[in-house]
């Protein structure tokens, strides 16, 4: 099993961009599926997109991109043109040989601390 560690998270202002990290450690990066979700107080845990085993990538924003580094076992988060609405902790997420849709929290049996992400108007 793998641990995951998130960092980047901060205060930011409406239209400013970051980039959150999410460091894998334990075992081989490269054969797990990785994703990021959010979670705002009050509300559910949210898709925010998935980088597959393969390199596939799926985001539900367009203003985000994910992407891994397997040689630095990382996977990265970038949110630009971040809106007040996106302020939420942030989570990734880890599972390996499963097939699935990779959209739903309970298809990952790991979870980093989370990074909170506060966006001001």
């Known amino acids: 099993q793998v641990q995951l560690v998130e960092s980047g998270g901060g205060l930011v202002q409406a239209g400013d961009s970051l980039r959150l990290s999410c460091e894998v450690s334990?075992?081989?990066?490269?054969?797990?599926?990785v994703a990021w979700f959010r979670q705002a107080p009050g509300k559910e845990r949210e898709f925010v997109g998935v980088?597959?085993?393969?390199g596939v990538a799926d985001s539900v924003k367009g203003r985000f991109t994910i992407a891994r580094d397997n040689a630095n076992n990382t996977m990265y988060l970038q949110m630009n043109n971040l809106k007040p609405e996106d302020t939420a902790v942030y989570y990734c997420?880890?599972?390996?040989?499963?097939?699935?849709?990779?959209?739903?929290?309970?298809?990952?049996?790991?979870w980093g601390q989370g990074t909170q992400v506060t966006v001001s108007s």
């Open positions: 334990g075992r081989a990066f490269s054969t797990y599926t």
């Open positions: 997420a880890a599972v390996e040989h499963y097939s699935g849709t990779y959209y739903y929290p309970d298809e990952y049996d790991t």
């Open positions: 980088i597959r085993w393969s």
